[in-house]
C-alpha cells in the first residue's frame, strides 16, 4: 500500500512537472510570434507620397499588384506562424511577391522576416522553389 501512495504522489508530481512546462513553452511561443507594432502605409498614403522609405533607402508597404506603382523593396507578409513583417523581395529569388508563394511547390526555403527598418529580424517566412 506504501508503494502504491508513493507512486501516486510522483505521478501527480510528474504531471504538475510537464504541464508547468507545457504552459511555460505555450507562452514562450505566443510571446515570440506576437504581433510587433510594424508601420504599414495605407493605399491612399502611398498614392500621395508613394511608398515611406527606410534609414537604409528601402521603401516598405504592401504591394497593391498594379502597374501604377512599383513594389517596394520590402513587402508586408505573413508568415504560417502569424506574424505579420516585411519581405525583401530581392532574398526570395523568382517569386515576384508573397501570394506568388501559392503557386510554387516543394524545395524552397526561409527568408527573413523584419520590420519596416529592414534590420531587425521578426521571424522567417518560407519561400517555396518553383517546380517547373
Known sequence: MKKSKYFFLFTIACCVILSSCVLTS???????VSQHNIHVPTLDE???????????????GKSYGNSVL???????????????????????????????????????????????DGV???GKFYVSGNEN
Open 70 to 116: 512599383e513594389s517596394p523593396d520590402l513587402e508586408l507578409a505573413e508568415n504560417e506562424q502569424g506574424v505579420i513583417g516585411y519581405v525583401r523581395m530581392s532574398e526570395t529569388d523568382g517569386v515576384d511577391t508573397p501570394e506568388d508563394v501559392v503557386d510554387y511547390k516543394a524545395c524552397g526555403r526561409y527568408v527573413n522576416m523584419y520590420l519596416e
Open 46 to 60: 502611398v498614392l500621395e507620397n508613394g511608398y515611406p522609405m527606410n534609414d537604409n533607402g528601402e521603401t516598405y
Open 26 to 32: 505555450v507562452l514562450a511561443f505566443e510571446n515570440s
Open 120 to 122: 531587425t529580424v521578426i
